[in-house]
């Protein structure tokens, strides 16, 4: 029988089968930040165990660091605390590390990709749940706890039982304004925040194929709000020339073997997956989320659900907590829901392409009153780029705030938060309660969206903006 | 780590469904470096409501949390399975646990139970009318036993031995340390490498 490219890749990096155990996988990639390493280090020290591999390790700040004034000292100890950590233990153990004010500084998923070491056929793990994106190239990436992130410094292998595998085939052609954060978003409403629990999610189908490798990436980092911990794409010619002379892609010979080896990586034709889903792409709108969890979700066009419609006692239990905390009445539009701020950033929608998008929907428009934007490249190199391109200039001019890199008001571990009972739309992965500051309301939107809603200042998508002169007032919230 | 065979204690019932790990231990206190001091940062947005189970007098000194659905959620961060760790709890129970949050869970030795919701829904129904009732997760017999429930759980033979005897993951696999010197020996030239060395 065939087997997935999941199991394909699974295979290639089995360091030791026996019954009754776990395999032992081999890792290709460690990527370490700052918050979930500092326990795993300590762990190395009271051992006195060296970082196995250093040649496959590479750390980056991203979590807590500040995206302005990063040339001064971090405001807050406790956050500057643990980036001196960082920085200790890196020289200490000798890890590659791109501190703030490096130009490949940046959040761990978009830095890997952008040198070129997230390849097809590899594997990697991170102490964050959104490794997931580096499944975009084929590659087997999940998150890991810190447990195991000492586990991979100290051995390089980690040992895992087998997921099953889901196919999850998107068909059709994605209608105009319907993006890959729609995509996943609808998905995830779909199959449930636990409905890839204990899989690996292959996306596939005709959608899928046109899609950049940045889109894919998007897709890819939401596996975990699925429940999956790893979701992959096949790599094909797109994932290839992403690749091609990037720092530390293959060259020469090594390219060429590399190639005909990620050639291979596809579910054969006779392969069996555990579960099967189909998505028809054509059906697809513009998807936000109303509640707390990133399954509560709806198309723009919809208002917000009746908790009393679901027949499930424990979703209507959670939608009328969920509608509590937003604030929002059920059968309200949702299109009417104002916002206070706006943030476009993240590993889910951090890259150029998103910021390109953004910014060609708030380029001679402005953000409206009352309404902050926030811009936060996903690395300092996406940042360059984007000022390469005057995109700093387009929403500067707009009236939004260029930001520097990191994960920023994502999780707000840094001083973007929302306050209590601000809302925002946010491109980032989690409407979790209080994720973007305590008692902050979210909405999980693309980055169109983002940029609609910040001109309009409810939700909105570009399509609402075709009567932006004569924009209505929203009547809710 | 430390050994788990079998527990007995008071329950805490937590009727919510996607209790994520951002309820479990907000991000703020992610910053602390150390695996200790957790305790106060657990569920403490919640905590702020005297209403909340956590907070009731009756729930003081209880050791086995009983909770909805899709428990740990989210993040990957170990600092939630701590910060339950740190407060007190030797066990949780759900009908379904994120991935992620199981692996650290085990790793740890906090026992993460998978029973059916009509057996999460009896456990909650006793332990709310009677907060002395007692809940026996014994994993030795791999079985949780009530007063009127008794109920079997699975875990695999392998994360169930590491867990009764506190096994350390990295000493285990350091023990074929050959197995992985020989991978690493063919693997291709063409993987990527983050130093040239």
Known sequence: MGRTLAEKVWDDHVVRRAEGEPDLLFIDLHLLHEVTSPQAFDGLR????????????????????????????????VSRAQLETLRKNCADFGVRLHSLGDVEQGVVHVVGPQLGLTQPGTTVVCGDSHTSTHGAFGALAFGIGTSQVEHVLATQTLPLARPKTMAITVDGELPEGVTAKDLILAIIAKIGTGGGQGYILEYRGSALEKLSMEARMTICNMSIEA?????????DETTFAYLKGRAHAPEGEDWDAAVAYWKTLKSDDDAEFDEEVVIDAASLSPFVTWGTNPGQGAPLSASVPDPASYEDASERLAAEKALEYMGLAAGQPLRDIKVDTVFVGSC????????????????????ADGVRMLVVPGSARVGLQAVSEGLDVVFKEAGAEWRHAGCSMCLGMNPDQLAPGERSASTSNRNFEGRQGKGGRTHLVSPQVAAATAVLGHL??????????VARTPAGV | MEAFTTHTGRAVPLRRSNVDTDQIIPAHWLKKVTRDGFEDGLFEAWRKDSSFVLNRPERQGATVLVAG????????REHAVWAL??????AVISSRFADIFRGNSLKNGLLTVVLEQKIVDALWELTEQDPE?????????????????????????????RLLNGLDDISITLQNESDIAAYEAKRPSYKPKTLHV
């Open chain 1, 46 to 77: 009271q051992a006195g165990r060296p970082v196995r591999r250093l040649d496959l390790t590479i750390a980056t700040e991203d979590h807590n660091t500040p995206t302005l004034d990063i040339d001064k000292p971090i405001a807050d100890p």
């Open chain 1, 227 to 235: 429940g999956a911990r790893a979701g992959m794409i096949a790599p």
């Open chain 1, 348 to 367: 889910t929608n951090g890259r150029i392409e998103d910021l390109r998008a953004a910014a060609a929907i708030v380029g001679g428009r402005k953000v």
């Open chain 1, 460 to 469: 909105a998508s570009p399509a609402d903006l075709s009567d932006a002169s």
């Open chain 2, 69 to 76: 659905p899709d428990f740990g959620t989210g993040s990957s």
């Open chain 2, 85 to 90: 760790q740190n407060y007190g709890f030797k």
């Open chain 2, 133 to 161: 009732a007692e809940v026996t997760v014994d994993l030795e017999a791999r079985e949780v036993r009530a007063e009127g429930i008794t109920a079997a759980f699975e875990l695999d033979e392998n994360a169930r031995w």
